[in-house]
Every structure is written in C-alpha cells, then in structure tokens.
C-alpha cells in the first residue's frame, strides 16, 4: 500500500517562503517509477495542478503563477519531494496535495493535504 505524507505547511506573511514535503512509502517495486505531483486547493476554486517531477528528474510547472517562484525536487533516494515556494502572495494560501501516478495526470495516490496560508 502506498502512502503520501506532507508536511512543512503553516502560516507567513507575504513575500515570505515556505518548503513543502511529501513523504513517500510504498512496498510496490512500480512506486519508484510514478510521477510525483502538487497541487492546491484554494478557497472557491477547482483542485488545479501546480506541477511536479519525474523520476528522471525533470521537473514541470502548470501554472504560469507560480513559474520562477516555486521550484519542486526530489532527494538522493527519490522517496521524498519537496516544493519550495518563495514570494509567497496571498492567492497562494490554500490547501496543497502531493499525490503519485504513471503520469502526469493519472492519479493513483493523494497525500492528506497541507494548509498554506500567506497573509498580506
């Protein structure tokens, strides 16, 4: 069984940054292979992508928003991501998912989610 784990949320003020983790923990051999994923929830909105990386290493990013702000990565052993935001603004609070797939889009796994909150 698969299981993600965020954590590093919380509150800052804007223009302040903040290191999200998703911990991964799997005992199937095709975990290693997936797509790790962010997204985020913000109030009165869809879930949307946020970007995410392959096991490759390639990273991508869906929203023009957070292009040059945030940046996502892996550790050595490729079992934990991180997305690391900086100047932060208050559009970005919500509440962000890590989740894992055979692609971009194919979502077999979420993380519980974390809640961002960034203050004027």
């Known amino acids: 069984r698969t299981q993600l784990v965020e954590s590093g949320g919380g509150s800052v003020q804007a223009g302040g940054s903040l290191r999200l983790s998703c911990a991964g923990f799997?005992?199937?051999?095709?975990?290693?292979?997936?797509?790790r994923t962010w997204w985020r929830q913000v109030p009165g909105k869809d879930r949307e992508a946020v970007g995410g990386?392959?096991?490759?290493?390639?990273?991508?990013y869906s929203s023009d928003s957070v292009k040059g702000r945030f940046t996502i990565s892996h550790d050595n052993a490729k079992t934990t991501v991180y997305l690391q935001m900086t100047n932060l603004r208050p559009e970005d609070t919500g509440i962000y998912y890590c989740?894992?797939?055979?692609?971009?889009?194919?979502?077999?796994?979420w993380g519980q989610g974390t809640q961002v909150t960034v203050s004027v």
């Open positions: 989740a894992c797939g055979p692609d971009r889009q194919n979502i077999k796994f």
């Open positions: 799997s005992g199937t051999a095709e975990y290693s292979q997936y797509y």
């Open positions: 990386i392959a096991f490759s290493g390639d990273s991508w």
